[in-house]
C-alpha cells in the first residue's frame, strides 16, 4: 500500500536541484538518476522502485554520479537508489499500470485523457508553450486570459516565500492578462486545435462589459476552443470593476456569464475569487447565469515581506510595490476549504468543478478530486519545476487508481466530501487520542518537552535517558508533539480512551 508519509522524503534529498539535462545521468550508464530523483521530489516514490532494473548497480559502483553532481557530493544519489531498492521496492504490492486508461475523465462531457490541465497563466500563453506542454503528457490549457485591454507588464513581477530549504512555498505574482492581440490568440487556438485536436483548450476571457464578454465568447468558439473560462477572479487588475472586483459582487457574475453565454454554445466555466469570506453567493450567482461549471481557486491578494532598509514590499518596482496574487503549496489548504464548499453545496450540483491551487505532486491533486474536482489545474509547479512533472502526477495517480481498484478516476471524485464539516460542532469529543513514541526513531532532542510546556498542556518530560514520558492525566490528545517531532517518532496511538471530564 501507498504509505501516507514516504519512506525517501524531500529531506533525504534537499540539495537535489532536480538539474535539466542532469549530469548525473551522464556519468550513469544503468540507471536514470534524476529522472528517479525527481519523482522521489514529487512523491512517486513506489512508480520510481519500479523503474529499477532487476540487478542493483549501486552496489558496486563508485558512485561517478555524485561527483558528476552540479553540487558535487552533496546530494547521497547511491544511498537514495539503494533505499529504493531495498526499503521501497519490497513494499510495491500494485505494478504501475501499463496503460493510462484510468485517466480519463471529461470537462463538461468533453472527454479528457487525464485531469491535468495547465491554468491560465505565463504557462499557457504562447503556442509553443502549449504545444510542448501537449507532447508532455498534458491532457489541456487553459490559456492565458485572452482580452481586448491594453497590457504593459511591471518588471520585476515575481516574488515568493521560502522554505527552509530554499525552494519556493509561496508565490506572489502581478502578472496581468495576455498581452498578445485578440486576433494573434485566436490564429493560436486555431493552430493548436489544428495540430493537437484531442487535446482540451479552454480559453480564459476578460470582458469590460456584456458587449465585450458576448463577442470574447464568440470569437473563442469560432477559433476552436472546447469550453470557455470567464476570469471573475485575477487580483491584479489596474482598472476597476475588474477581474476579482466583478467575483466579489454575485449580481455582476450572473450578468456577465449570462452575457457570455449568449455568444456561444461551447460550456462556460466562472472561475471565483477567494477574496471573499464564501465562495458560494458567486457560484450560484453563476449557475443563475447559465454557467455548466466553476473553477477555483485563483491567486489570493497578499503582501510578501517589505525590506527592512528600504521599505518597500515584494516585488519591488521603482521603489513601489503593490498587493498581488499569492499561490503555490502554500495555499493549498484555502483552495481545498474553498472547492469543498462549492462541491458540498446542493444548488451546484451537476457543475463540473475544475480545482486549482496549490498543486505540486500527484498527492495534493488527489486531495482536490476527493473533495470534488473533475479537472484539476497547475501553474505555480510548473513555473517552478517545468510541463515535466506531468509524468509524476500521470503515474503517481495512475498507480494510486490501480491499488485502490478504482476503474476510472471518476470514482475517486468528492469521496472525502461526507466526512467533511464546515464546523467543529459535529465532532465527536468524549474520548482521548493519546499520542505513542516510537523509541528506536527517537533521538532525545526534547522537541516534543518543550512544545507541550510551552503550547501544550505539559504532558511530556525527558528522563534522565532523555527519552519522553508521558502523563496521561494532563494529556489532552491534541497531538502537538506528534507534528513538532522532528525524528517522526511520535505517532497516534490505535485506541482511544475516555476523555477526563471537565473540571469546574
Same mark, same amino acid.
Given at each position: 500500500?501507498?504509505?501516507?508519509?514516504?519512506?525517501?522524503?524531500?529531506? *533525504?534529498?534537499?540539495?537535489?536541484?532536480?538539474?535539466?539535462?542532469?549530469?548525473?545521468?551522464?556519468?550513469?550508464?544503468?540507471?536514470?538518476?534524476?529522472?528517479?530523483?525527481?519523482?522521489?521530489?514529487?512523491?512517486?516514490?513506489?512508480?520510481?522502485?519500479?523503474?529499477?532494473?532487476?540487478?542493483?548497480?549501486?552496489?558496486?559502483?563508485?558512485?561517478?554520479?555524485?561527483?558528476?553532481?552540479?553540487?558535487?557530493?552533496?546530494?547521497?544519489?547511491?544511498?537514495?537508489?539503494?533505499?529504493?531498492?531495498?526499503?521501497?521496492?519490497?513494499?510495491?504490492?500494485?505494478? %504501475?499500470?501499463?496503460?493510462?486508461?484510468?485517466?480519463?475523465?471529461?470537462?463538461?462531457?468533453?472527454?479528457?485523457?487525464?485531469?491535468?490541465?495547465?491554468?491560465?497563466?505565463?504557462?499557457?500563453? @504562447?503556442? /509553443?508553450?502549449?504545444?510542448?506542454?501537449?507532447?508532455?503528457?498534458?491532457?489541456?490549457?487553459?490559456?492565458? @486570459?485572452?482580452?481586448?485591454?491594453?497590457?504593459?507588464?511591471?518588471?520585476?513581477?515575481?516574488?515568493?516565500?521560502?522554505?527552509?530549504?530554499?525552494?519556493?512555498?509561496?508565490?506572489?505574482?502581478?502578472?496581468?492578462?495576455?498581452?498578445?492581440? @485578440?486576433?494573434?490568440?485566436?490564429?493560436?487556438?486555431?493552430?493548436?486545435?489544428?495540430?493537437?485536436? #484531442?487535446?482540451?483548450?479552454?480559453?480564459?476571457?476578460?470582458?469590460?462589459?456584456?458587449?465585450?464578454?458576448?463577442?470574447?465568447?464568440?470569437?473563442?468558439?469560432?477559433?476552436?476552443?472546447?469550453?470557455?473560462?470567464?476570469?471573475?477572479?485575477?487580483?491584479?487588475?489596474?482598472?476597476?470593476?475588474?477581474?476579482?472586483?466583478?467575483?466579489?459582487?454575485?449580481?455582476?457574475?450572473? $450578468?456577465?456569464?449570462?452575457?457570455?453565454?449568449?455568444?456561444?454554445?461551447?460550456?462556460?466555466?466562472?472561475?471565483?475569487?477567494?477574496?471573499?469570506?464564501?465562495?458560494?453567493?458567486?457560484?450560484?450567482?453563476?449557475?443563475?447565469?447559465?454557467?455548466?461549471?466553476?473553477? !477555483?481557486?485563483?491567486?489570493?491578494?497578499? %503582501?510578501?515581506?517589505?525590506?527592512?532598509?528600504?521599505?518597500?514590499?515584494?516585488? !519591488?518596482?521603482?521603489?513601489?510595490?503593490?498587493? &498581488?496574487?499569492?499561490?503555490?503549496?502554500?495555499?493549498?489548504?484555502?483552495?481545498?476549504?474553498?472547492?469543498?464548499?462549492?462541491?458540498?453545496?446542493?444548488?451546484?450540483?451537476?457543475? #463540473?468543478?475544475?480545482?486549482?491551487?496549490?498543486?505540486?505532486?500527484?498527492?495534493?491533486? =488527489?486531495?482536490?478530486?476527493?473533495?470534488?474536482?473533475?479537472?484539476?489545474?497547475?501553474?505555480?509547479?510548473?513555473?517552478?519545476?517545468?510541463?515535466?512533472?506531468?509524468?509524476?502526477?500521470?503515474?503517481? =495517480?495512475?498507480?494510486?487508481?490501480?491499488?485502490?481498484?478504482?476503474?476510472?478516476?471518476?470514482?475517486?471524485?468528492?469521496?472525502?466530501?461526507?466526512?467533511?464539516?464546515?464546523?467543529? /460542532?459535529?465532532?465527536?469529543?468524549?474520548?482521548?487520542?493519546?499520542?505513542?513514541?516510537? $523509541?528506536?526513531?527517537?533521538? &532525545?532532542? +526534547?522537541?516534543?518537552?518543550?512544545?507541550?510546556? *510551552?503550547?501544550? #498542556?505539559?504532558?511530556?518530560?525527558? *528522563?534522565?535517558?532523555?527519552?519522553?514520558?508521558? /502523563? &496521561? +492525566?494532563?494529556?489532552?490528545?491534541? #497531538?502537538?508533539?506528534?507534528?513538532?517531532?522532528?525524528?517522526? !517518532?511520535? %505517532?497516534?496511538?490505535?485506541?482511544? %480512551?475516555?476523555?477526563?471530564?471537565? @473540571?469546574?
Amino acid at each position: 500500500m501507498i504509505p501516507l508519509e514516504p519512506r525517501i522524503s524531500r529531506a *533525504d534529498m534537499i540539495r537535489c536541484a532536480l538539474c535539466s539535462d542532469a549530469p548525473c545521468d551522464s556519468a550513469c550508464p544503468k540507471l536514470d538518476p534524476s529522472g528517479l530523483l525527481r519523482s522521489l521530489w514529487f512523491r512517486a516514490e513506489q512508480a520510481a522502485a519500479q523503474r529499477l532494473p532487476k540487478e542493483n548497480p549501486c552496489l558496486t559502483c563508485g558512485a561517478p554520479c555524485e561527483r558528476a553532481c552540479v553540487r558535487a557530493g552533496e546530494v547521497p544519489i547511491r544511498d537514495l537508489m539503494n533505499r529504493l531498492y531495498y526499503q521501497v521496492l519490497p513494499e510495491c504490492e500494485t505494478s %504501475v499500470p501499463q496503460d493510462e486508461s484510468r485517466l480519463a475523465c471529461d470537462l463538461c462531457g468533453i472527454p479528457l485523457e487525464n485531469p491535468f490541465l495547465l491554468s491560465s497563466s505565463v504557462v499557457a500563453s @504562447t503556442y /509553443d508553450m502549449c504545444a510542448r506542454a501537449f507532447e508532455a503528457g498534458w491532457a489541456g490549457a487553459c490559456f492565458k @486570459t485572452i482580452c481586448n485591454l491594453d497590457i504593459h507588464e511591471a518588471s520585476p513581477r515575481f516574488s515568493a516565500v521560502l522554505g527552509d530549504n530554499g525552494s519556493i512555498a509561496g508565490f506572489k505574482n502581478i502578472e496581468q492578462l495576455s498581452d498578445h492581440s @485578440t486576433a494573434e490568440n485566436m490564429a493560436i487556438f486555431r493552430k493548436l486545435k489544428a495540430n493537437y485536436p #484531442h487535446k482540451f483548450i479552454l480559453a480564459s476571457i476578460m470582458g469590460q462589459n456584456e458587449e465585450e464578454w458576448t463577442e470574447l465568447a464568440r470569437m473563442c468558439q469560432e477559433a476552436g476552443a472546447d469550453a470557455v473560462e470567464l476570469n471573475f477572479s485575477c487580483p491584479n487588475m489596474a482598472e476597476g470593476g475588474l477581474g476579482s472586483d466583478i467575483g466579489q459582487v454575485p449580481e455582476l457574475v450572473e $450578468r456577465f456569464t449570462a452575457a457570455a453565454k449568449r455568444g456561444c454554445t461551447i460550456p462556460v466555466l466562472a472561475k471565483l475569487t477567494p477574496n471573499v469570506d464564501r465562495m458560494s453567493p458567486a457560484a450560484e450567482a453563476a449557475r443563475r447565469g447559465g454557467a455548466d461549471g466553476l473553477a !477555483a481557486i485563483n491567486t489570493i491578494k497578499s %503582501v510578501v515581506g517589505v525590506n527592512p532598509h528600504t521599505y518597500v514590499s515584494a516585488p !519591488a518596482v521603482h521603489g513601489q510595490s503593490a498587493f &498581488g496574487g499569492y499561490s503555490g503549496n502554500a495555499v493549498k489548504p484555502i483552495a481545498l476549504r474553498f472547492v469543498a464548499e462549492l462541491a458540498q453545496n446542493p444548488n451546484l450540483k451537476g457543475l #463540473h468543478l475544475s480545482a486549482m491551487g496549490g498543486v505540486e505532486t500527484w498527492q495534493d491533486a =488527489l486531495e482536490f478530486i476527493l473533495l470534488g474536482g473533475g479537472s484539476i489545474q497547475v501553474t505555480t509547479a510548473i513555473m517552478q519545476y517545468g510541463y515535466r512533472i506531468i509524468d509524476d502526477l500521470k503515474t503517481g =495517480l495512475n498507480l494510486y487508481l490501480a491499488e485502490k481498484g478504482f476503474d476510472s478516476v471518476r470514482q475517486a471524485v468528492g469521496l472525502g466530501l461526507d466526512s467533511l464539516s464546515s464546523t467543529t /460542532d459535529s465532532l465527536e469529543r468524549d474520548t482521548i487520542l493519546y499520542p505513542q513514541f516510537v $523509541r528506536d526513531r527517537c533521538i &532525545g532532542c +526534547g522537541r516534543c518537552e518543550i512544545s507541550c510546556a *510551552d503550547g501544550g #498542556h505539559q504532558a511530556i518530560r525527558l *528522563d534522565r535517558n532523555r527519552r519522553p514520558k508521558l /502523563d &496521561g +492525566g494532563k494529556c489532552v490528545g491534541c #497531538h502537538l508533539c506528534v507534528l513538532i517531532c522532528p525524528q517522526k !517518532a511520535i %505517532v497516534p496511538s490505535k485506541k482511544r %480512551v475516555a476523555a477526563k471530564a471537565p @473540571t469546574a
